[in-house]
């Protein structure tokens, strides 16, 4: 096996067994000592946190089981015991989400309550700044962010975000050109491991301006993004980005990728010797791959959430074509000889 594929497994929580009952009775108890075993839950697939103070204003909330839990939801009260309006999802019977209605209020504070087949379990946590307005994207013309993979959440494909954190360690810069009523004009760019732009690389062109309708929320499409993996050019098609800037531009909070990648990109980088060979692997974890544009099912959807993105100060991005990259000798691939 690829050593690309030593995977840590996605520990998923829990209390019960198969049919949401404890080990002990129906109830989700333990017949010896009649408490239930919370350790089952596992904290750190709480989501926000316990006890956050920077959650975004625009985020689910979540909790997830080792053992299936196909009827568990979540209920969410403000600061005054106020119900939030939402829906519950539970994904695989593994994990309950709830999605709030509305955007949440940027610096409060909200409990967020469990009911599973355990006693009821409450986790509190405060909104940040990032969901009040800027007043404009007109302040924030000229600004480059440092998108960092890395600080996010990889969740799809499911169970594998470990292997794909290990490859997608790329920053991704994106600068504010332009400022309409409602729109931002954007473009990226990658970065090197010193900070700088990477002109090696074309520019990523964003063909339609975001949408700033929701200030300070944003969203923005592009075709594809081009990205290095340990030396094998690798694209993210369909990109899409969103986010929020803080009330000060200063950063990007809640940030979101989501695309797609054609694995027969990764066959070299995880020493693999067939297209579909790293969809096969990917099943025995029991995920799918998915038709390409050429028919292909050779596709991965990819979702990274809760990024983070700080300014740079004095980095302006300057527009890279592959005409650029031709003519510079700096990206001229070494003569192997």
């Not at 600004?143 to 799809?156: C, K, M, P």
Request: proline content about 5%; hydrophobic content about 40%.
């Amino acid at each position: 096996m690829s050593r690309g594929f030593v995977v840590f497994g996605l520990a998923l929580i829990g209390c019960g067994g198969d049919d949401g009952t404890g080990p002990g009775g129906t109830d989700g108890t333990d017949s010896n000592t009649g408490t239930c075993d919370t350790n089952r839950l596992d904290a750190d697939a709480t989501f926000p946190a316990t006890g956050a103070t920077n959650a975004y204003y625009r985020t689910t909330v979540e909790f997830g089981f080792v053992e299936t839990e196909a009827t568990a939801t979540i209920t969410l009260a403000d600061s005054a015991g106020a119900d939030v309006a939402g829906t519950n999802e539970v994904i695989e019977g593994t994990r309950v989400v709830f999605t709030p209605a509305a955007p949440l209020t940027p610096g409060a504070t909200y409990a967020a309550t469990l009911n599973w087949s355990c006693t009821a379990v409450t986790s509190t946590f405060t909104v940040s700044d990032a969901g009040d307005p800027v007043g404009g994207g007109d302040a924030l013309v000229g600004n480059t962010y440092s998108l960092d993979l890395a600080s996010g959440r990889f969740i799809e494909p499911p169970g594998v975000g470990d292997i794909l954190e290990t490859f997608l360690t790329f920053e991704l810069y994106l600068g504010v050109e332009a400022a309409g009523a409602a729109d931002l004009t954007f473009m990226g760019a990658l970065a090197n491991a010193d900070g700088t732009q990477d002109v090696c690389t074309e520019s990523i062109i964003f063909p339609v301006p975001a949408d700033f309708t929701d200030d300070p929320f944003f969203s923005v499409e592009s075709d594809s993004l081009p990205v290095e993996v340990e030396g094998v050019q690798v694209t993210i098609d369909d990109l899409v980005l969103s986010g929020a800037f803080t009330p000060d531009g200063s950063a990007i909070r809640g940030g979101v990728l989501a695309g797609s990648i054609d694995t027969r990109t990764l066959m070299d980088v995880l020493e693999m010797t067939t297209e579909g060979g790293v969809c096969d692997l990917l099943a025995t974890f029991l995920i799918d791959c998915e038709p390409c544009t050429d028919g292909s099912v050779t596709c991965l959807t990819v979702y990274v959430d809760d990024m983070d993105a700080e300014i740079v100060p004095g980095l302006t991005l300057q527009s890279v074509t592959a005409a650029d990259i031709e003519a510079n000798p700096e990206c001229v691939a070494p003569d192997p000889t």
